[in-house]
């Protein structure tokens, strides 16, 4: 096996697959941009110093960004922004190589939803990033009820009802951004509680546990059902750069640097598969078990074709 | 208005001292604010921080005043915290369970790149922003400044007390009153005991969790043994009496818990996680 490097600086000879079809994946010698009879991988995982390299590998990975955008179409995004602690909010050069890229597949727009304060984008630094790439920035108000879809639940466990804003299913193609870290109510936070960014901050609040009597761990389960409802992503690119393992979601509090970007479209997947940065499993998290239950993705890493490489 | 309703709500904060410097200070040595310092008061806070924000208010949360300061690339934020009652209780919950003590306001914490300290009903959170060589020097500076212009006067709630000293993990100390704070240091515990008034935890350096939670007296507190018996049923755990019933061992989800009560208290004791 050749160790010439592509032009992300991807040696081939560096890939190391994990789980039940990495022998297929090795056997075949299937590398970098190469087309296979194997089937599609569930997760690709990027290892290196550079965000943007490791953005551009995992989606080239699954096959380029070509494989999820084309000309002409629109894309909404849905990165994490929670403030200026380190390991809080997606990593803007993540954001942007994203976008960057969905431009350059030729897409009509990009468009960035939020029902957040701008103080948040601020405050992260990925507006001042984001604004030169032609991104559209979305502010959806959370006090105009035409804004938001009311969603009825009906295989929800815990929740019966919840609104999400219209815009997020008002698109070609859908890309969640959140970034792996430590969550103070569910332990962790990922691919599935990201869409809580997308259902409405009052209805979120009703996720907590609100008497004395009830179940503590509710929130995990109300993600779980949020989940059932709103549009399924088209492609997840998440953030391990840099993440905070305690005192999360807000911090500040440690810091690892995996120094890995994830992309997939298996949400339970990509978060079972985050959950090990933090030294969990998937199983160890109810949001993710939940999600599992429901139908929503494969916890089990060992079921899953997972490429990880090194890039330099 | 948001700055006035702060002031006011400032003046309702009983039992302690005024500060007498502006609050934050404008520079400090190189360190220059940079835009204007934004107040975010009660339920504001979900502007303020999105997600998260639920353990501040279980603590009593009042307001915030958050400012950043620079110098040339270089940034930090200082946020200030007021409470309804004296901030050690969420200064114990947020502050790093690895850093160091530092001598600032009421008692401090440093870890590599923030900085905790209460001081009276105020918590305050300094935090480098992004890397740089003299990080901790800068943070620790900002710290003092920041120190000399909060309330001050608090002191460490009573319950800290009960907690066993032999073997506690010298600033593992976390005292709450909501559920929430409870789950974070004990998650296998707290949905047994719902229902106490207050709570202490520490690490132990066997690497057990002890916990001390309060009724309101004895009869309750009995009763809560009873119903975490009950509960823990429920949940498919299980229950172990000792010869003299003095003390229960509880198994849930692969954790043994051992609980034992004295008048209005109920000491617990997480004694392993299965791998």
Known sequence: ????????????????????????????????????????????????PDVAKNTAAVIDAHGGIGAFVRAGQVVNILPNAQGSHPGTSTDPVLVRTVVDLCKKAGAKEVRWLTWQSGKYFERSNIDQLVKGSGAKFIQVDSNDETQWDNFDIPNGVALEKIRVFKILEECDVFINMPIFKDHIGSRFTGSLKNYMGASHPTDNRLFHPSFEGEDLLRMEQCIADLNTVV??????????????????????????????VIAGIDRVALDSYGATLLGLEG????????????GLGEIDLNKLRIQEMEVS | MRACSAACVLL???GCSTPENSCPPQDIGIWSAEGETEVYVGDDLFVYINGGAEIYHEYGFVQVTVQRY???????????????????GIYSFARSSSGHAVKLGDGGTSADYYLHFWSGPDLAVITAESEFEDLGAAVLEIGTAVAGCLHAGGAEPDLLDQLPIDGRVPGSEVYFTGRLAFLNVARPAAPLFPGFEEGAAAGHESGQQVVVLRWGDEAAAEEALQEARRLCDASGGGVIETEDGGVAEFETGGHRISASGSDNLITLRVLREEP
Do not use: C, W
């Open chain 1, 283 to 294: 199983k160890d998290v109810k949001m993710i078990t939940d999600a599992h239950k429901l």
């Open chain 1, 231 to 260: 549009r399924k992503p088209d492609l997840i690119v998440a953030d391990a750069m840099t993440i905070l393992t305690s005192k999360g979601p807000f911090g500040p509090g440690d810091i690892a640097k995996p120094q890995k």
């Open chain 2, 70 to 88: 620079v110098r040339g690339n270089d940034s930090i934020s200082v946020e200030t915290y007021t409470m309804d009652g004296d901030a050690f």
């Open chain 2, 12 to 14: 309702l904060v009983a």
């Open chain 1, 1 to 48: 096996m050749s160790d010439k490097k592509n032009r992300h600086g991807i040696t081939r000879r560096d890939f190391v697959t994990t789980g039940a079809a990495a022998g297929t994946l090795l056997a075949t010698g299937v590398g970098f941009g190469e087309q296979s009879q194997a089937p599609p991988l569930d997760l690709a995982v990027a290892h290196g």
